[in-house]
Every structure is written in C-alpha cells, then in structure tokens.
C-alpha cells in the first residue's frame, strides 16, 4: 500500500523557517522523483521544487529560489522541504508527489494529503 505523509506544517511569522516532511513506503522509494507542489486558496495546484533520481538534481519555481532547498534520504524514505524567509504568498497547502520509477515508460503519480502552511503576522 503505497503511502505519502507530509508533515511540518503550521503558523509561522513572515521571514520565519518551516521544514516539510513527505515519508513514503509502499514502493520503491530512491527510484522516484520526488516533488514539492502547492495550492493556495482559489489558485491552482503549482510545483515548488523537484529532486530526481539518480543524480539528484533539483528544480525551483522562481518564486522560491534561494529561499526553500528540496532534499531526500533514501535510506529513511524521506522528503524534505526547508523553507527560510517565507513571505505571506507562500501561505499555501503543500503536498508531496511521487513519480516514477524514473527508468520506465509508464510512470505512475503517488499524492500525499498535504499540509497547511500558513505565514502570517
């Protein structure tokens, strides 16, 4: 039974730090890319950052760049976001997506439930 459960989320003052966290089970954990998206209220669905299999390498929406860093442990099946210098349009629920395996065609998309961020004064 494949799981994603995000956790780290809450209230947090503008310039404060949040770190997110997706632990996954049910498949193979290090052969998936692992993505960061997020929806604000009345907005749609947007990707925050990527870290794909096997190199590593990692992708920022532009908003976010220099401000959150994407990383993974494969060995405890983990996903993190750290999130410094938040700002009140980062107020969002941020879910974990896995997607993979990265070596086959037919790819398949794994959803967490999300967590709520809210940055607020």
């Known amino acids: 039974q494949v799981q994603l459960v995000e956790s780290g989320g809450g209230l947090v003052q503008p310039g404060g730090s949040l770190t997110l966290s997706c632990e996954a089970s049910g498949f193979t954990f290090s052969d998936y890319a692992m993505t960061w998206y997020r929806q604000a209220p009345e907005k749609e669905r947007e990707t925050v950052a990527t870290?794909?299999?096997?190199?590593?390498?990692?992708d920022y929406r532009d908003s976010v760049k220099g401000r959150f860093t994407i990383s993974r442990d494969n060995a405890q099946t983990t996903v993190y976001l750290q999130m410094n210098s938040l700002k009140p349009e980062d107020t969002a629920v941020y879910y974990c997506n896995a997607r993979g395996p990265y070596w086959s065609l037919d790819r398949m998309d794994y959803w967490g439930k999300g967590t709520l961020v809210t940055v607020s004064p």
């Open positions: 870290i794909r299999p096997p190199t590593e390498s990692t």
